[in-house]
């Protein structure tokens, strides 16, 4: 398998560097792809905890740097009786077992209406720590792909418990070739997404041949729940299985085959791809900012170095220049009409009764709402008056702030993707309406400097990429950007001060944000242009009249359902 290596010289956290001289640390931490051929086993589980603790300590460093913690994520897939679970054993007794966290799961259809990944999102590892993944979002992939290329054998060559599934899971309608690579190429973006938001991937794929899988299963030792939920005793499954395998390591080059024909040979090599998966989380830790004043010289001898590896070191390709546009009209000339109350009251029960009927009829779809727009602007008075209808029971509402210690922990788009509409969980709801979005990763975090210029720009085409998934599953996504003018907000922000129940609703922050009227425009207008999608497009509402603002909002919101409900 090839591998491209970007090498730094690595520094270690203080909690490291206090226990082991420079020297060690730098024989230890440095990624070495050639370990299993120079290391020996006490060797390699001296490594393995030093690259453990130095990860768990860029979560940990006192004071704060501009570092980024880094977590690990081990997906373990492959044949079953391969040595994955004797591999992951090893692995658990050489670092410190209660640093290690191990989830399994084994493969079921995809749930309706949501991505093939977001019911795994839960038990992605925080930034600094590693988890070992058995099954993952691969499992339910390969569950459902043998489902498909196996529907017309005999019931007993098809998948364990299929007719449990079939009347509540149909098959897709295409060809499983197209939609395992489909899903590949979808599943491939999510993770290099999580990758570039500081959570490393590490994809090991465990392999025996035919009768080694044979003389194992027929063994006296019991085996393991298996992954896949396919009969292993068939030798048709079998070679259904290989060709499904062999077309997803083909697309996707960056899974490590390990030959599990000797378990412990299996284990040492799996421990080793581990160490070096976390050497290079470790680097990849490192900012650019700390790296710049030594970028030439370190650069050239980190070259020199992969060179004689026999790696390719490929410097970062040059970010493009971002290019504000210009900012629209509808943005700047915000409408005064005034709408009258008794009509307005008329209107609001119509359209209220009307969408409750829509959200109704869905057919158990997942909608996401996801509210955007200036301080006081309207976003809560109009999700009061998008719910009324509703029982509290069928719905979700997130009021959005700054992440909390945990939640920043992990990618940023993560705790949006565990509060997503799920067939998991007994909750009946399948709607959530955020107040407040994942928009703020180029909204607040770009003026407010939260973000790196190369994480808010970079993040249009994650968020695409998010929305155009949930959207492909089924999940019918409402955004609204909800604008007033300058004057009407301080207008706004008075009335609050002044009525006591809704002085909670003014904070500081608001006061201050308004010396950045300009830059919050300029960032809409820069978000919407990018972010405007056929399956997921914007709904702007420019006026200063509250009432108008939420007829519009229900308005659209009738649109989207009706024309979900047509398709």
């Known amino acids: 398998m090839s591998k491209k290596n970007h090498t730094t010289e690595p520094v270690a956290p203080q909690a490291v560097s206090a226990q082991f001289s420079d020297e060690v640390i730098k024989q230890r931490l440095t990624p070495n792809p050639l370990s299993q051929f120079s290391m020996d086993k006490d060797s390699l589980r001296l490594a393995l905890v030093t690259a453990q603790y130095a990860l768990r300590a860029t979560r940990q460093q006192t004071p704060a740097t501009t570092n980024k913690p880094t977590g690990l994520l081990v997906l373990v897939n492959g044949m079953e009786q391969a040595g994955k679970g004797t591999a992951v054993k090893q692995l658990r007794q050489w670092v410190d077992p209660r ?52 529907s017309d054998s005999e019931s007993e060559d098809q998948p364990a418990k299929d007719k449990s599934h079939k009347n509540i899971n149909s098959l897709p309608t295409t060809t499983w070739q197209d939609y395992l690579q489909q899903q590949l190429i979808e599943l491939q973006a999510f993770e290099d997404d999580l990758i570039a938001n500081h959570t490393r991937v590490l994809k090991c794929w465990f392999h025996v041949d035919v009768d080694t899988l044979q003389n194992r299963l027929n063994d006296a030792e019991a085996d393991p729940q298996f992954l896949y939920q396919v009969d292993w005793h068939s030798k048709k499954v079998v070679e259904q299985f290989n060709e499904v395998a062999t077309i997803l390591l083909r697309q996707q080059d960056d899974w490590i085959v390990i030959d599990g024909e000797d378990k412990s040979q299996a284990a040492d090599h799996f421990c080793h791809e581990a160490l070096h998966a976390m050497q290079t989380a470790l680097v990849s830790s490192k900012t650019s900012a700390n790296t710049t004043e030594n970028q030439t010289a370190s650069s050239k001898e980190a070259l020199s170095k992969t060179a004689d590896a026999g790696w390719q070191a490929e410097p970062p390709p040059a970010p493009e220049k971002f290019e504000p546009v210009k900012i629209p009209d509808r943005l700047k000339d915000i409408d005064e009409t005034k709408v009258d109350k008794a009509d307005y009251r008329t209107a609001l029960a119509e359209k209220q009764a009307r969408l409750a009927e829509l959200l109704r009829a869905r057919n158990g779809r997942h909608i996401v709402f996801a509210f955007e727009g200036m301080d006081a602007a309207g976003k809560g008075g109009a999700i009061k008056r998008l719910v009324a209808p509703l029982d509290p029971r069928e719905y979700q509402v997130y009021n959005i ?67 155009a998934d949930l959207t492909k599953a089924g999940t019918i996504v409402i955004k609204y950007w ?29 006061w201050r944000n308004r010396d950045k009227w300009s830059d919050y425009v300029q960032s809409a207008a820069d978000m919407l ?25 229900l308005d659209h919101a009738i649109k989207q359902l009706s024309a979900a409900h047509e398709s």
């Open 99 to 150: 640093l290690l966290k191990v989830e399994a799961t084994i493969g079921y259809c995809p749930l309706n209406y949501q991505p093939i990944w977001q019911v795994h999102t839960k038990v992605m590892p925080r930034h600094g720590d590693v988890t070992v993944y058995f099954g993952n979002w691969y499992a339910d992939l390969l569950y459902n792909v043998m489902r498909m290329a196996m």
């Open 401 to 467: 702030g700054a992440p909390m210690l945990y939640e920043a922990q992990h990618p940023y788009l993560w705790r949006f993707w565990t509060r997503l509409p799920d067939e998991q969980t007994d909750r009946i709801s399948r709607i959530a309406i955020f107040d407040r979005t994942w928009y703020g990763r180029v909204l607040v975090e770009r003026i407010e400097s939260f973000a790196s210029s190369e994480e808010w720009q970079r993040a249009y085409d994650e968020i695409n990429r998010f929305e």
């Open 482 to 510: 909800l604008a007033i003018d300058k004057k009407e907000q301080l207008k706004r922000f008075k009335a609050r001060q002044n009525t006591p129940h809704k002085q909670f609703k003014l904070t500081d922050d608001d």
């Open 529 to 553: 242009a990018r972010t405007d999608t056929k399956n997921a497009p914007w709904c702007v509402i420019a006026t200063n009249e509250k009432r108008q603002a939420r007829l519009e909002v």
